[in-house]
């Protein structure tokens, strides 16, 4: 996984370039055999190539626009493996959220979190635990955290935590 994606982008655009050959050539054979088939066949035939075609299209505009990539969905899936390997993450839900880049619902879960501590459903140890895990991955993320979810941070984050931060960092 050292290439970053590079090489699976690589394949990617091969595996297009390849589909969207395959798709040309099924147009171009439709158009040699029309007299072959009835019409509806002929109708039916082209318009699912068409579709097809339009698929392969619309893919490539979110990959050209930047809305896919693969280097950045299969680094954000790499630091979430590294978080779990390293033990930084001890929540589940907040390693899912974060290999799925889901920033709202991270921080949806931390005001949850706020409520449940506040009516004792929730002990202090392990909202702390939490708090700092979900603070990690929105900043790890991208996301600003506030001052004071600064210093929450600062005051709590275990070796574990900094380790995945040194590790990560290596890793971007």
Do not use: H, W
């Amino acid at each position: 996984m050292a290439s970053r994606g590079t090489t699976e982008t690589t394949k990617l655009k091969q595996n297009l370039e390849e589909q969207l050959d395959r798709l040309m050539q099924q147009l171009q054979d439709l158009e040699e055999c029309r007299e072959e088939l009835d019409a509806d066949e002929y109708e039916e035939t082209k318009k699912e190539t068409l579709e097809q075609l339009s698929e392969i299209n619309d893919s490539l505009k979110k990959i050209m626009s930047g809305d896919m990539t693969l280097v950045d969905e299969l680094s954000g899936m790499q630091l979430a493996i590294q978080a779990a390997i390293s033990q930084a993450f001890k929540t589940p839900e907040v390693i899912r959220l974060f290999a799925k880049k889901q920033p709202r619902q991270l921080r949806t879960r931390l005001a949850e979190m706020d409520r449940d501590l506040m009516v004792g459903k929730l002990g202090r140890d392990l909202y702390t635990q939490q708090k700092v895990e979900i603070l990690t991955a929105l900043r790890k993320l991208g996301e600003k955290l506030t001052p004071d979810e600064e210093t929450f941070l600062s005051a709590n984050a275990g070796a574990a935590l900094s380790q995945f931060e040194k590790v990560s960092t290596d890793l971007g």
